[in-house]
């Protein structure tokens, strides 16, 4: 049972890890997918301004087209102007202009994000009498390269588009095409924040079905833990019920067989000893029937008949006769002032007598029971120096049918209804127990009863 529990279990855990990492998975694409929708969302916009800078600004795009005519012409005239050119073409005096231009309409399109943007220079190309091709300048795209804009890194944007430029002349000191390209490089802040965003509601519900998968999980481990819990218990509840009847029912039987023997008949105090054997056994088995019946009862079931009680005078006669079925047993007490409380004294008998027994069954030698008065409440203390109970315990102690088990052997007889009666019977009354123990330090029950 408890191999097919583990095996159950590990299976339900590799479902739900593999349940939530397809979760993760799907997520993960969705983000995927969201991020390149609000990249393309915004590169249309964006190239629809920038497909021609004529339509930002026809000015200032008849300066550029005339810097990139002048610095070719120079070069030509002087193959040594290499080198100016593209720190002229990085230095370009419309360069703000062209940034605040550029950075107005970007703002119009997007007003509600705010968007940063870098327009690099790639290539620089002549085409000196339309055979020969002098290359000036050809990167790759570097932040170091922005004619316009305000981006300081490309690390987190992304690229709108390349546009590349061709110009020409067909004068009489020189015939070349010039081939220019420039990539527009865009940032969108916190553009993370605005995906995540978008797909809120996937997220809520990825995280809403994860989270009632783990709940259903644990609910369900639960569920075996104790479906297993109580088969353990009813599996020794029966064992030990029916070791409980045997000696009874087999006391009776050799006995009824006894009795059948003429000479037995003829033996008069034979005979009586026999019929008293057999009632003994009578009243034993009714005895544990009326065990079973009557401390299976829940709190809610249970029907007190109170009376005004002397509670240290009620204790002292219960430890009186528990005195004479234990004598080797030392009984300490510590008496305060006598309070009159309401209780039913057949039930709370019963209910102290069991915490008593339960003390001589897991080996106390001495027992120390006080009583004290605080904050409205009778509180009986019963301390024993026996072998204690193991924390992990404590909180099966007070369940139907659980007996303390050393090792895996329970070596103390009953029923394993005793404390359970116990909390019922404390509960009926609107008490409280407390429990302190471990294991090899004895153990303390601590009984509360409202005065």
């Known amino acids: ?32 997918y969201k991020v390149a929708q609000f990249r393309i969302e915004v590169k249309e916009k964006l190239s629809k301004i920038t497909n021609d800078y004529s339509d930002v600004d026809s000015t200032l795009f008849h300066k550029k087209d005339f810097l990139y005519k002048e610095l070719a012409e120079n070069y030509l005239i002087d193959k040594n102007y290499r080198s100016q050119v593209k720190k002229q073409l990085l230095e ?18 997007f007003p509600n994000h705010e968007i940063d943007f870098a327009i690099i220079l790639n290539k620089f190309v002549i085409y000196n009498n339309v055979k020969k091709v002098d290359t000036l300048f050809a990167e790759k795209p570097f932040i170091e390269n922005k004619m316009y804009g305000n981006l300081a890194s ?19 000191k020189s015939n ?71 000696t009874p029912l087999t006391t009776l039987s050799v006995s009824t067989k006894i009795l059948e023997r003429k000479e037995v008949k003829e033996n008069e105090m034979l005979y009586n000893q026999l019929i008293q054997t057999i009632n003994r056994q009578n009243e034993r088995l009714q005895s544990l029937i009326d065990q079973v019946m009557n401390n299976s009862l829940g709190f809610e079931e249970i029907e007190l008949n109170k009376e005004k009680i002397k509670a240290n005078e009620f204790i002292k006669t219960i430890i009186a006769d528990f005195k004479m079925a234990h004598p080797f047993i030392g009984i300490q007490t510590d008496f305060h002032q006598e309070t ?9 008998t019963t209910a102290i007598t069991n915490v008593l ?17 605080q904050d409205n409440e009778f509180k009986i203390s019963i301390k024993d120096d026996g072998i204690g109970i193991a924390k992990n315990k404590h909180s099966l102690l007070f369940d139907k049918f659980y007996r303390v088990e050393q090792g895996n052997i329970h070596n103390a007889k009953g029923l394993g209804l005793g404390l359970y009666y116990v909390d019922q019977i404390i509960k009926a009354h609107k008490g409280t127990i407390k429990l302190v123990s471990d294991l090899g330090k004895g153990t303390q029950f601590i009984l509360s009863i409202p005065s």
């Open 1 to 32: 049972m408890k191999q097919r529990i583990n095996i159950l279990i590990s299976l339900l855990a590799l479902v739900l890890v593999v349940l939530f990492v397809m979760q993760l998975y799907l997520v993960k694409t969705t983000y995927d």
């Open 92 to 109: 370009n005096h419309f360069r703000k202009q062209l940034t605040e231009r550029l950075q107005k309409e970007f703002d119009k399109e």
């Open 154 to 172: 490309l690390d987190d944007a992304f690229l709108i588009r390349n546009y590349v430029g061709t110009t020409s002349s067909n004068g009489l």
């Open 176 to 246: 070349y095409k010039l081939l220019t390209e420039d990539s527009l490089y865009v940032s969108v802040k916190n553009w993370e924040l605005i995906v995540l965003k978008r797909m809120s509601l996937i997220l809520i519900l990825a995280f809403a079905s994860i989270l009632t998968l783990i709940i259903i999980f644990v609910i369900t481990i639960k569920s075996l833990i104790k479906q297993k819990k109580i088969s353990d218990i009813k599996t020794d509840f029966i064992n030990n019920i029916t070791h409980e009847l045997k």
């Open 340 to 348: 009159q409380l309401n209780l039913d004294a057949f039930h709370l």
């Open 357 to 373: 027994e339960n003390a001589v069954k897991y080996g106390a030698k001495t027992i120390f029971i006080s009583t004290h008065l």
